[in-house]
C-alpha cells in the first residue's frame, strides 16, 4: 500500500516537474520572440531614423549648394553623337542670380572653352562634350568689372554619356575543353555573351557578332554568329546568350592564340573582346591577359579605352 503511494507521488511529481518544464520551454520561446520582435522594430527604428537624418542633411546640403551658387536655374539639352570626333553637343542655358551690364560667362570642358551668348536673363551656349568622357568635369566662369568667379556645373551630366547613347559588351567568355598534341590545339566550348539591354541605348544598338581567331597575330578563322545571337529570344534583355563553339588549327608549343568576340553597332562603332587565349609553353599555360572592352570607329581608330 505504502509502495502504491510512493509510486503515485513520484508520477505526481513527475507530471508536474514536466509540466513546469513545458511551461518554461513555452516561457522561454515567448521571450525570444518578444526579443525577436523588439529587435527586429529597434532595427527599423534605426533604419528610419538614419533615413531621415541623411535625408535631412542632403536637403541642408542641396540647400547650402543652393545658396552658395552663383546661378538660379541650369538647364543642359544634348544632340547626336558627332561620327567624325566622337562629341555630343551639349546647349547650356544658364540663369545668374545676379546679372550686369558687363557680365560675360563661358563654360569649359576638357581644354574647350566657350563663350555663351546673353538673351535676356539667360545665357546659351554649345560645346562638344567626348562621349567617351570618365573624369573630365563642366566648370562656369563669370566675368565682371568685380572680377571672375567660377563654379563647377554639377547638375550637367557629362562624364559616362556612352552609357545610354552607345551599347556595350559587359561580360563575353568561351571556356570549354582545349587539347594540345601532334601539331594541332583543338578547342570545344560554350561561348557566353552578356551585354547592354536595347532598352537602355534605344537609338544604337547591335548588328553583327563575329568570332575571330588570331594564330600569333595573325586571323586564321572568322566565324558570323549575328543570327544566332540577334535571333535568341532574351537578346533584347541583355540576358546571357549561350552559343556552341569548336574549332582545330595547327599549332607548335609557344604559338599564342587568341580568339576575340567582335560586335558592330548601328553607328558602325566596332566593339572588340577577347574571349578565349591559349599559350602553352614548357607544359605550362600563359597568365590571363586583359579582357576589357575596346572600341573602334569606323575608320579602325580605337576611341575607347
Not at 520551454?25 to 520582435?37: A, S
Not at 538647364?75 to 544658364?94: P, S
Not at 563575329?210 to 595573325?218: P, T
Not at 600563359?286 to 576589357?292: M, N, R
Request: net charge negative; glycine share 6%; aromatic share 10%.
Amino acid at each position: 500500500m505504502n509502495e502504491t503511494k510512493k509510486n503515485t507521488g513520484l508520477k505526481i511529481i513527475v507530471a508536474i516537474l514536466t509540466f513546469a518544464l513545458v511551461a518554461c520551454f513555452i516561457w522561454v520561446n515567448t521571450l525570444n520572440n518578444e526579443i525577436n520582435r523588439l529587435s527586429n522594430a529597434m532595427y527599423s527604428q534605426h533604419q528610419t531614423l538614419m533615413n531621415q537624418v541623411e535625408s535631412i542633411y542632403n536637403n541642408v546640403e542641396n540647400m547650402l549648394q543652393e545658396e552658395a551658387s552663383l546661378l538660379s536655374g541650369v538647364e543642359a539639352e544634348y544632340g547626336e553623337i558627332n561620327l567624325e570626333d566622337h562629341t555630343i553637343d551639349v546647349t547650356v542655358k544658364l540663369v545668374p542670380k545676379l546679372i550686369s551690364e558687363d557680365m560675360k560667362i563661358s563654360v569649359s570642358i576638357n581644354g574647350r572653352n566657350v563663350d555663351l551668348t546673353k538673351t535676356g536673363s539667360v545665357f546659351t551656349g554649345t560645346i562638344p562634350v567626348d562621349i567617351y568622357n570618365k573624369d573630365e568635369l563642366m566648370f562656369m566662369s563669370i566675368e565682371t568689372e568685380a572680377g571672375i568667379q567660377t563654379q563647377y556645373l554639377s547638375e550637367i551630366q557629362v562624364v559616362h554619356l556612352w552609357d545610354t547613347r552607345i551599347p556595350s559588351l559587359y561580360y563575353c567568355d568561351l571556356s570549354g575543353t582545349g587539347t594540345f598534341g601532334e601539331g594541332k590545339y583543338s578547342l570545344t566550348g560554350e561561348l557566353d555573351i552578356n551585354c547592354s539591354p536595347v532598352e537602355q541605348t534605344p537609338n544604337v544598338s547591335f548588328e553583327k557578332f563575329v568570332l575571330v581567331a588570331e594564330l600569333n597575330g595573325k586571323e586564321i578563322n572568322r566565324e558570323d554568329i549575328s543570327q544566332d545571337v540577334l535571333n535568341y529570344q532574351n537578346y533584347p534583355h541583355g540576358v546571357y546568350f549561350r552559343h556552341d563553339y569548336q574549332m582545330e588549327c595547327e599549332a607548335v608549343e609557344g604559338d599564342d592564340l587568341s580568339i576575340y568576340l567582335e560586335a558592330t553597332d548601328s553607328l558602325g562603332y566596332l566593339h572588340r573582346m577577347l574571349v578565349h587565349h591559349w599559350k602553352e609553353q614548357n607544359g605550362a599555360m600563359a597568365e590571363a591577359v586583359d579582357a576589357s572592352e575596346y572600341i573602334y570607329d569606323p575608320n579602325g581608330v580605337q576611341i575607347f579605352p
